[in-house]
C-alpha cells in the first residue's frame, strides 16, 4: 500500500505565500514524476505543475513565476511553493506521483487526498 499525505495549506491573503508539501510512504521501489493538480468549484481538475524524476519541471501558464516545484527523492516529498497568490489560485491541492511498488512493475499514479487552498481578504 501507497499513501500520500499532504499539508500546507490554509486561508492566505492574496499576495501571500503558502507551501504545500505531499510525503509519500509505504511500499515504495521507484518514484517517478510528481505533480500538483488543482480543482476549483464548478471547474474540472486541472495541472498547475510538475516535475520529473530528473527535476525537468512544467507549470501551467497561469502560475509561470509564481509557483514553483521541488523534490526531495529522500524524504519520497513534493513541494509547491506559491508565491503572490491571487483569489482565482483557490482551489482544492492534490498532489499526483507515479510510484512503482516492486522491480519490474509499472509505475502506478496515485493521488493525495487534497489540501484546500483560500485566498481572500
Known amino acids: 500500500q501507497v499513501q500520500l499525505v499532504e499539508s500546507g495549506g490554509g486561508l492566505v491573503q492574496p499576495g501571500g505565500s503558502l507551501r504545500l508539501s505531499c510525503a509519500a510512504s509505504?511500499?515504495?521501489?521507484?518514484?517517478?514524476?510528481m505533480a500538483w493538480y488543482r480543482q476549483a468549484p464548478g471547474k474540472e481538475r486541472e495541472l498547475v505543475a510538475g516535475?520529473?524524476?530528473?527535476?525537468?519541471?512544467n507549470y501551467a501558464d497561469s502560475v509561470k513565476g509564481r509557483f514553483t516545484i521541488s523534490r526531495d527523492n529522500a524524504k519520497n516529498t513534493v513541494y509547491l511553493q506559491m508565491n503572490s497568490l491571487k483569489p482565482e489560485d483557490t482551489a482544492i491541492y492534490y498532489c499526483?506521483?507515479?510510484?512503482?511498488?516492486?522491480?519490474?512493475?509499472?509505475?502506478?499514479?496515485?493521488w493525495g487526498q487534497g489540501t484546500q487552498v483560500t485566498v481572500s481578504s
Open positions: 509505504g511500499r515504495i521501489f521507484r518514484i517517478g514524476a
Open positions: 516535475i520529473t524524476s530528473e527535476s525537468s519541471t
Open positions: 499526483n506521483t507515479a510510484i512503482a511498488t516492486g522491480w519490474g512493475r509499472s509505475l502506478y499514479d496515485y
